[in-house]
T-cell receptor, first 120, second 117 residues
Framework: DAGVIQSPRHEVTEMGQEVTLRCKPISGHDYLFWYRQTMMRGLELLIYFNNNVPIDDSGMPEDRFSAKMPNASFSTLKIQPSEPRDSAVYFC??????????????????FGPGTRLTVL | AQKITQTQPGMFVQEKEAVTLDCTYDTSDPSYGLFWYKQPSSGEMIFLIYQGSYDQQNATEGRYSLNFQKARKSANLVISASQLGDSAMYFCAMREGFSQAGTALIFGKGTTLSVSS
């Protein structure tokens, strides 16, 4: 299994430019999450999808951010226009209800390697 | 109020010793799950261990165990017989509500563990 795939791994762009981050979840997983990691704020959820449908986008910072999941094997996170404060590592994660214990189902989220974004 | 608190920004341990990384959480939901992830310097997030709020036994996975004290709302990670490769950032995370198995995780700020020889 290839795991969660993200591209590009590194992106350097100038303020005002459009940035598109890509994610391919693990085949068969029905949840996909986008997180952002910064030194100041740690790991924060931006948005997540279930069966390609956005469920919670309350973490999306502002209208400059948008995310899509056109099919079960692909998602994009777009920033337009980008700003220096968007510089961070962006992680994509996917999950599937893994097992049913006495406590209920739980999902282990598998993370991609992340995209390090630098906006100058 | 923070949902997940990791009070140790950095921890140091010698090889082969055990180390405990602290995590406290805050939730009013009786159903929740607690996770620990490891993030080495290469940046990837690696799942280590999971504990459900109704699990009677503390979770264990190889050298990792979770010291779950529900009344104190703590879920400390214990790493036995530390290895140099354990040097990394460790994150505690929580998911609230089992009915929403796909709900996103809430992460703590992390603890940096350094293992020396």
């Amino acid at each position: 299994d290839a795991g969660v795939i993200q591209s590009p791994r590194h992106e350097v762009t100038e303020m005002g430019q459009e940035v598109t981050l890509r994610c391919k979840p693990i085949s068969g997983h029905d949840y996909l999450f986008w997180y952002r990691q910064t030194m100041m704020r740690g790991l924060e959820l931006l948005i997540y999808f279930n069966n390609n449908v956005p469920i919670d986008d309350s973490g999306m910072p502002e209208d400059r951010f948008s995310a899509k999941m056109p099919n079960a094997s692909f998602s994009t996170l777009k920033i337009q226009p980008s700003e220096p404060r968007d510089s961070a590592v962006y992680f994509c994660a996917s999950s599937l209800v893994r097992r049913l214990s006495e406590t209920g189902a739980y999902n282990e989220q598998f993370f991609g390697p992340g995209t390090r974004l630098t906006v100058l | 109020a923070q949902k997940i608190t990791q009070t140790q920004p950095g921890m140091f341990v010698q090889e082969k010793e055990a180390v405990t990384l602290d995590c406290t959480y805050d939730t009013s939901d009786p159903s929740y799950g607690l996770f620990w992830y490891k993030q080495p310097s290469s940046g990837e997030m690696i799942f280590l261990i999971y504990q459900g709020s109704y699990d009677q036994q503390n979770a264990t996975e190889g050298r990792y165990s979770l010291n779950f004290q529900k009344a104190r709302k703590s879920a400390n990670l214990v790493i036995s017989a530390s290895q140099l490769g354990d040097s990394a950032m460790y994150f505690c995370a929580m998911r609230e509500g089992f009915s929403q198995a796909g709900t996103a995780l809430i992460f703590g700020k992390g603890t940096t563990l350094s293992v020396s020889s």
